[in-house]
């Protein structure tokens, strides 16, 4: 069986993996279940390439983006002359994934009138085209998903109790990520690498304050706002460490702890971000020091003493002589 790629290792995400692992390779139907941006499409894509059917299609629709009027004919597909504007025929996305697997996103907004002829592909696999009277027959795993309580929704008549219990073979519940703290790191890691590349940019560092007010987020739009603010800190961090451009209310009720840092060593990070702003250029109307505040010398024996190396900004012979006698001046004095 191929392997699940999926970041996390929290004990709610490990248990979501470890049902994958036990339906990927039969062809129960799979109802995933999670607040929005927890990550269903994924899962879904996961659960058929680790299926028997990986190398066939992997057809995905979305029933709450399509008017109701065309719901039927976009899964189910149409004749020519079916109704106006059908110039020919087309095949719905039930043939498309012919051999392979449809996931149908927001179930519960399917219309009440549509639903009898999806029951009828999950238990006969066969449907008509709208329009036609001929029979297709189809071979197709269905993956559904939704963020509704879809018992409710049965019980308020909005939803075919056959159809749900037809679906709701196996259930997986997706974790929001508020339930999955530890994962923030690895995710935002991931989002960081990925988006840097893409922007052209070096991000190797995030910082501890930063991680901190990550996690203390509630994430109501779950995995996808977190990757939208890691996709935004990227473009506007001035330099290798990771920025926050809009800040993060902190909406969990925990406290956040900030991690303790000395004074030497929230010096030595303020100093070691200045030179990366200036390309580690010390000197001159637009190197560190001047944008420290400090004598060029006094910034050189502060590196010194915080264990910055130079060897970006090397310093000529004449220079570093200059340098240390001022350094042992400052030193002594």
């Known amino acids: 069986m191929a392997p699940v790629d999926l970041i996390g290792s929290s004990p709610k995400f490990r248990a979501v993996l470890a049902e994958l692992e036990k339906v990927a390779p039969v062809d129960s139907s799979v109802l995933l279940q999670g607040e929005t941006g927890t990550g269903k499409e994924v899962i879904a894509r996961a659960i058929h390439d680790a299926s028997p059917r990986r190398n066939n299609r992997f057809v995905a629709l979305n029933c709450a983006a399509i008017p109701a009027a065309l719901l039927e004919s976009e899964l189910f597909g149409h004749e020519k002359g079916a109704f106006t504007g059908a110039w020919g025929l087309a095949k719905g996305r039930f043939q498309s994934a012919d051999g392979g697997t449809i996931f149908l996103d927001e179930i519960g907004d399917m219309p009440l009138e549509i639903q009898p002829k999806l029951l009828r592909v999950l238990q006969e696999r066969e449907f008509e085209r709208l329009g036609s009277g001929q029979t297709v027959r189809v071979n197709v795993r269905v993956v559904a998903a939704t963020n509704q309580d879809l018992a409710q929704l049965v019980n308020r008549k909005l939803f075919r ?81 990771l920025s926050l451009h809009m800040g993060l209310t902190p909406t969990r009720k925990e406290t956040i702890e900030m991690p303790k840092r000395t004074l030497a060593e929230a010096d030595r990070e303020h100093i070691l971000e200045t030179l990366h702003k200036t390309n580690w250029m010390i000197g001159g109307q637009d190197g560190a020091a001047n944008l420290l505040g400090l004598p060029r010398t006094t910034l050189i024996y502060k590196m010194r003493k915080l264990g910055i190396e130079t060897r970006r900004s090397p310093v000529t012979p004449m220079l570093r002589e200059l340098a240390e006698e001022e350094c042992c001046a400052a030193a002594n004095g």
Do not use: M
């Open 161 to 241: 109790a056959d159809l749900f219990y037809r679906l709701n073979v196996v259930p997986i519940h997706l974790p929001p990520l508020r339930e999955r703290i530890q994962d923030i790191l690895p995710l935002t890691q991931c989002f960081v690498a990925r988006f840097a590349a893409r922007l052209n940019k070096t991000i190797d560092v995030i910082p501890d304050d930063v991680l901190a007010v990550l996690k203390a987020h509630d994430w109501p739009g779950n995995v996808r706002e977190l990757q939208n603010v890691i996709e935004r800190a990227v473009l506007f961090s001035p330099g290798p460490a």
